[in-house]
């Protein structure tokens, strides 16, 4: 496996066949795994990106989030080695953005309900650095996981938009045994933290077994939302509509977790 920190090595890149490309920002763990899994199995080149995009956080970066972010390349590696990936991209953000960024993605309305309400820009600054990775990888497939459905949403919607000539994959969440959806940002709850972790996949679990929206919500301390959307476009719909996706997002801690569940 290469471990490739600038553009210039990324060109150099020898690559055979089929390419998948699997966006991530490290910390990596069994949601992760999950995505490199597939893109394993479908290309004949597996490639890994591992940035902590500055410009999907607030103040592009300057702030607790982002500088508090789990970072651990070495383990990274490590762990995206023993799954059979051909190359890692690691890149600086000096690398990335050499001269800052001038021109983005605008994502619009898409972007501005659910995560964009507190996250104003975010899914800007991600759509811009998912498509200089696309332009970087030159993938043909591409793989996210359902985790962040918002970002599905938008990446599909940016690749048809855009003309891009990517498959985008979307791959399930993956939980841990008692139903909290693996996230980076879980290590930096404390043990004390962690049950209450739970109530976001507890509330979900009891809005596809026929509690009411009210009720659901009761069942999280600091919630910021849990809404029932249509899949495709995330509009909202009547809770009863199926199928369904409910989406939620609080906080934990010092952190702020999402999750979601197909209701169906
Ligand atoms: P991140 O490193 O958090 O930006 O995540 C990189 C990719 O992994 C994104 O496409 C996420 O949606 C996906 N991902 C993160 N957590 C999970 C999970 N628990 N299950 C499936 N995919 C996940």
């Not at 390419?19 to 763990?29: F, I, K, R």
């Not at 498959?167 to 043990?191: F, H, K, T, W």
Request: aromatic share 6%; proline share 6%.
């Amino acid at each position: 496996m290469q471990i490739l920190t600038t553009k210039a090595q990324l060109f150099a890149f020898q690559r055979t066949g089929s390419v998948g490309l699997v966006p991530t920002m490290g910390a990596l763990h069994g949601g992760h795994a999950s995505l490199v899994r597939r893109a394993r199995e479908e290309n004949d080149t597996v490639v890994v990106s591992v940035f902590v995009n500055p410009l999907q956080f607030d103040k592009l970066g300057d702030c607790e989030d982002y500088r508090e972010y789990p970072r651990n390349l070495d383990a990274d590696a490590a762990f995206l080695e023993s799954l059979g990936v051909d190359a890692v991209f690691a890149p600086s953000p000096e690398e990335m953005y050499p001269n800052g960024q001038a021109i983005w993605v605008r994502t619009g309305r898409m972007g501005e309900g659910l995560e964009g309400v507190t996250r104003p820009g975010h899914f800007d600054g991600v759509a811009t650095v998912v498509t200089k990775l696309f332009n970087l990888v030159r993938p043909d497939r591409a793989y996210f996981g359902q985790k962040d459905a918002q970002q599905v949403a938008i990446i599909r919607r940016m690749v048809a938009d855009l003309d891009l000539p990517i498959d985008i994959v979307a791959v399930p969440i993956v939980r841990a045994a008692d139903g909290l959806a693996e996230s980076s940002r879980n290590q930096r709850l404390s043990p004390d933290e962690r049950p209450q972790a739970l109530q976001l996949s507890q509330a979900l679990f009891a809005l596809r077994d026929g509690a009411t929206l009210d009720k659901a919500r009761a069942m999280i301390d600091r919630l910021d939302y849990l809404v029932v959307v249509d899949p495709l476009t995330l509009n909202a719909v009547e809770p009863d509509q199926r199928p369904a996706l409910a989406l939620c997002a609080a906080w934990v801690g010092p952190v702020r977790l999402i999750d979601n569940l197909e209701l169906s």
